[in-house]
Structures are given as structure tokens and as C-alpha cells.
């Protein structure tokens, strides 16, 4: 089995998704991963991949959300550890016990949720997500009605599990989401 790419994750999201709102996210998540792989100097492709691909079951499965991602990509020829990555982004929120230990997992745990905050953010901003600061973001963050469905505390743990602080972690969604800003719609 070869390393997942986007290319592979972009032929595989429309087998089992049909929503636009969630192939949205999906680039969205893919965007902030592919900033967190720069951080981190790994594979960029590979963590858009996993970002891109990582609520593969989600839309079949709103309430089994994690538990279907392997009988989803098994028979894509999706590598056992890219599966358990996926898997891992619901530790303690889908009745999930695979948690997340490696960078790239933590940092998929963390940046699901976050992109959502700074979506929001752009979409109300009259220059979308141009030129936004981490400043303005943390204002947006710490009003809780603001971006009411995105889980704070889980970005807050995955903020702590990456051993980062939090401005480190939206600086790296915001520029990885500014690098796509067409296909999200931000501009």
C-alpha cells in the first residue's frame, strides 16, 4: 500500500460524501494540515490527504461519526496507520478510545475544530480571510456565542497535546486556509 495523497483523497471523498458544506470543511481541515505538515517539516500532500479525507463517514454516519472510516477506506487501499490517523480526530468526543499520539494526529484533533472558528471568522469579515491577524482570532475565540458549534475545549486539548500555544496553531490554520481562499469561497 502506497502513502495517501490528496489526488487519492480527492477521488475517494465524493464515493461518500455529497455535501457541499462538508467538502468545504474538508478543504478546509486539508488547508490547516497542510500549514501544520510546514510546521512541522513533514510530508505536505500526505497530512492535506488525511485532512481532506477525515470525515469520510461522517455524512452516512453523523451519529457513528470514526466508526465506519475503516470499512470506508480499507478497500480504497488506505494504509492501516493513515486509517488510525483519521480515526484518531474523534478521541473522547465519538466514543473513540484511539488517541491521537503523533503530530500529525494531535494536529488534526486540533485543527478540525478550529477551522470551523475561523471560517466563521473570514465569512463575516468584508476582506474574508485576507489579512487576518491571530489577534483579531482570539478575540472571535474567546467569545463563546461566536462559532457556538465549534468545540472549544477539544481545540484548547489539542493545543496542549501539541505542546503549542494557541496563536503557533492559528497562525498556521489561517495561513494554510489564506493559501486556498478561492476554493474555500474566503476572498
Known sequence: MSQLTLAKAKEILPKYTTEDHL??????????????????????????????LHDVDYEKYPNEHCHHVREFLEPEGVDEEDIN???????????????????????LFTVDELTGVVMAYALMRPEGITGMEVKGLKKKFKDKRFAAGCNRDVIKKGFAMLGLDAGTVMQACIDGMTAHKEELGLK
Open 85 to 107: 490517523t483519521i480515526i484518531s480526530h474523534g478521541w473522547g468526543i465519538c466514543d473513540n478510545d484511539v488517541e491521537p499520539t503523533t503530530d500529525i494526529e494531535k494536529s
Open 23 to 52: 467538502f468545504t470543511h474538508a478543504m478546509a481541515v486539508s488547508a490547516a494540515m497542510g500549514a501544520m505538515a510546514d510546521y512541522f517539516h513533514a510530508d505536505k500532500d500526505h497530512w492535506e490527504a488525511i485532512g481532506y
